[in-house]
């Protein structure tokens, strides 16, 4: 119990700064003035009756048709709650009536002719709670910085403060503000989270002190292990980062998932056009040109579509690494009726990525990395990944209950490395350089089916839901490739030249390790049961437990077969108390586990890894529901996890030293006065390994600020500035000698200026404005290949310029 002690006073904090804002904020609505200031853009009427009930401070209920379906008209007025909610229903065929100052009933008008009576305490009523959202392809209109709605360990859509868990949505005004290029930029404005670049050009993501594998795409886990490759910012919609541990989501699969993972929400079809061109031009020869198309494709748009097309090639990085060349082509179609949606869609992607910018140590410090711009490596080396995916998504409303959902997506993804490693490095210069080739040949399918039940009265409603998931994962083929069997050849960074092509280096007789075709086969399944329970309309209950399955089927090292089928409970708890409908109280307990496929010394594979995260916090609407506030403390608790044993082939692993991670986050996004949006996370985290040895990789503080102005009137209208700092306190880093060096805190300032009109806009913006040397927070020893490195340290050395824009048609 000691251990927790700080959690029950970050509780009284939490109250104390709950119990100021509700002396500020209006806790009925019969205490508002007769006109209320209301902004809520045309979207999902489903997503528009959870704005307007927030903003008018009354409680929504519906009962009867789907409202997903239905789209709401634009309400940017003052008004009497019951004029705004006329407006909002306009064309819909939906009705209202008031039960009291605090409830409005939404109905379908063939219905609003039986008169509802007054409620009274003792008084049942049939009447339901508007459920949490379950719209496929639904991800409602951002007001700007701050997201309307939110994914979480339910598997639904729900408004924010409804979810007992927290979750950073980077918004896709935020991704065009700051000029996202990469879902790794993205994810700057999340607190808890970084990346580094990894030795092959792919992000490494860690969130909350643990690494973030590869996350998921549309909610549907993507499972090829230690790749990670993700669509351009063209087709991407938003990025969510759903925080602790998420096997409840059934995300077991990849690289200790224990911290949060990302969640890549990928733009579907529409009914409302959308003809825009995009570009950016940048100072190395950066050129990129896209398309996003969009629109009905019937007279009455229950057929839609979407057409995405981009590609972007760089002549050479700052340190003159060679032919980065991306393509991406991603059509997909919808079919939509008042109860029934369904999406499908296939992409392609090519990325050939550059070998990211690095330095190599020469000591037992930063003091002694190589001079930044030195080329090292063969200037061509690269990283070419190429995925193909087909996906769909299917919900049908049987009726007010009853709700069936499936989805599913089959990916095949291939990837071709080809690099120097660098070890046994000297002061002088002097190491041993290996070349290296990676090839694998991965695919995966993932399918999800979900039966959701709302029902309930009075008091006590639920919203039920019982899921099936099932993922299979074959590693095709793979092999790590070392040059003269690992031995590599003496080399000196300063007098040697340029290295030869890699693959030059590589003979018949030279030591690879990898798996051989169809092994191993991974196999998951899961059984889910969530209820969703509201207790009145200020305190919910979130129940999950998920069964999972899985089986390994590989070899050991002699070549004799080897089957293991093991099976795993995983529960969650949260609750959610709304002091107001603007300020809400949360706590929740979460589980994980991860299942490796690795075999350890004794021939057999490891045990799996268990988790367990506490959190509590507040979430605050704020400034008239255009700003939210996110305060959370969390404790994550790992029995273990797993590391290095062997310096030499074949590298044997063995389960390591488990962890006890905790932390405190603020985050901040919205519109704080007109033209005015601000971005904002903090976090303070404390890592600490169960042995006593360090930590290593995890910056005890971070901070992200990101603000944008524009000219609301006169000869600047239109026109705007925005700009930002993303700070980091100092990290251990570990040297293959075990040895740990100090990485100094770091801090990266951006900025740009834009003008936008109504058919087009342009931004100018500069990256790193200060010039600086920006090193990465994790270990330099880090890599995918669990080869002792001290020779790979990423670099971000320069000031960069960049030139972007839309045209729409």
């Known amino acids: 119990m000691r251990r927790f002690a700080w959690l029950p006073a970050y509780g009284y904090l939490t109250m104390g700064v709950v119990a100021w804002t509700a002396g500020v904020v209006p806790l009925h609505a019969a205490e508002q003035s007769a006109g209320v200031r209301f902004d809520i853009p045309a979207q999902s009427l489903a997503t528009a009756l ?11 209920l519906t009962a009867g048709q789907t409202v997903e379906a239905l789209r709401s008209h634009t309400v940017d007025d003052t008004l009497a709650p019951d004029a705004a909610l006329a407006r909002l229903l306009e064309g819909t065929n939906m009705s209202f009536t008031f039960v009291d100052k605090r409830t409005v009933v939404v109905k379908p008008s063939a219905l609003a002719s039986a008169p509802l009576p007054k409620r009274s305490p003792s008084a049942e009523t049939t009447t339901t709670l508007l459920p949490p959202i379950q719209a496929i392809g639904l991800v409602g209109r951002d007001a700007e910085f701050m997201a309307d709605v939110s994914g979480g360990p339910g598997r639904m859509l729900s408004d924010p403060l409804d979810v007992p868990q927290s979750v950073s949505v980077v918004t896709q005004s935020l991704l065009q503000s700051e000029q996202v290029q990469t879902i790794a930029d993205a994810i700057r404005n999340v607190a808890g989270a970084q990346y580094v670049d990894g ?67 990928l733009k579907k079809p529409q009914s409302d056009p959308i003809h825009r061109l995009t570009f950016s031009v940048g100072e190395h020869g950066e050129k990129q040109l896209g398309l996003d198309l969009a629109g009905p494709l019937d007279a009455n748009k229950s057929l839609t579509y979407r057409l995405i097309v981009n ?44 070998i990211p910018d690095h330095t190599v140590l020469l000591g037992t410090s930063l003091g002694t990395a190589s001079p930044a711009g030195l080329l090292l490596d063969n200037p061509n080396d690269h990283t070419s990944v190429e995925t193909r995916r087909l996906f769909y998504m299917l919900e049908h409303r049987f009726n007010d209950t009853w709700t069936f959902r499936s989805r599913a997506q089959y990916v095949r993804e291939s990837m071709d490395l080809q690099r120097w490693v660098m070890v046994n490095t000297q002061p002088s210069g002097d190491l041993t350089a290996v070349a290296q080739q990676v090839r694998s040949s991965d695919t995966y399918y993932t399918l999800q089916n979900d039966l959701v039940a ?152 490891l ?12 979430k605050l609407d704020l400034f008239q529901h255009r700003a939210r506030l996110t305060v959370a403390a969390y404790r994550i608790m790992l029995d273990h996890s797993y590391d290095q044993n062997s310096s030499q082939p074949p590298y044997p692993i063995v389960a390591g030293p488990g962890q006890s991670n905790q932390g405190f986050e603020i985050e901040f996004s919205g519109r704080v006065a007109p033209g005015l ?57 570990q040297l293959s000698s075990g040895d740990t060096i100090d990485i100094p805190g770091q801090a990266r300032v951006d900025m740009n200026v834009f003008y936008r009109a109504r058919r087009w806009s342009v931004t100018l913006g500069v990256k790193n404005l200060l010039d600086r040397h920006l090193y990465s927070p994790y270990s330099p020893t880090f890599n995918e290949t669990f080869l002792p490195l001290d020779s790979f340290v990423p670099l971000d050395r320069h000031r960069t310029y960049l030139l972007s824009g839309t045209v729409d048609f």
């Open 677 to 733: 949006d601000l971005s904002s996370a903090y976090t303070r985290a404390s890592v600490r390994n169960n042995d006593g040895t360090p930590a290593t990789g995890q910056s005890r503080q971070l901070f992200n600020l990101w603000a944008s102005y524009r000219f609301q009137n006169g000869l600047l209208h239109g026109f705007g500035a925005a700009g930002g700092v993303a700070a980091r306190g100092r990290s251990l880093g």
């Open 199 to 265: 030795t092959g050009g792919l992000p490494i993501f860690g969130v909350r002190g643990f690494v973030a594998g590869n996350g998921m795409t549309d909610g549907m886990s993507n499972h090829i292990l230690g790749v990670g490759d993700y669509p351009p910012m063209i087709g991407v919609e938003r990025v969510e980062v759903p925080k602790g541990p998420q096997a409840i989501l059934g995300d077991t699969s990849a690289n200790n998932n224990f911290g949060g993972l990302i969640n890549v929400i």
């Open 607 to 618: 045990p799996p890894s268990l988790s367990r995260q506490i959190e509590t916090g507040t």
């Open 311 to 354: 590609g972007d090639v760089a002549d050479r990085t700052p340190q003159g690494m060679r032919g980065q060349r991306n393509r991406y082509v991603a059509p997909s179609i919808g079919w939509s009726t008042p109860n029934t949606t369904f999406i499908a869609g296939l992409s392609w992607m090519m990325n050939r990525m550059p």
């Open 454 to 605: 709302d029902f309930g009265r009075g008091w006590m409603q639920h919203t039920v839901m019982l899921g099936f998931d099932y993922s299979r994962i074959q590693v095709g083929s793979s092999i790590d490739a070392f040059g003269n069997g690992g031995l590599g050849m003496p080399y000196n960074i300063f007098t040697g030249g340029a290295l030869p092509t890699p693959v030059s280096q590589l003979s018949p007789d030279d030591y690879a390790n990898g798996y051989s075709s169809g092994n191993p086969w991974r196999t998951e399944s899961g059984l889910f049961l969530q209820d969703q329970i509201h207790f009145g309309d200020r305190l919910q209950a979130l129940l999950a437990w998920r069964r999972t399955s899985y089986r390994l089927d590989t070899t050991h090292p002699d070549g004799t077969p080897w089957n293991l089928h093991r099976v795993r409970w995983v529960p969650n708890f949260g609750l959610v108390y709304k002091l107001t409908p603007d300020i809400s109280l949360y706590a929740n307990t979460s589980n994980g586990f991860q299942a490796y496929t690795d075999l350890g010394n004794n021939g057999r594979p």
């Open 50 to 60: 959870i704005a307007f009930g927030k903003q008018a401070n009354v409680q929504v």
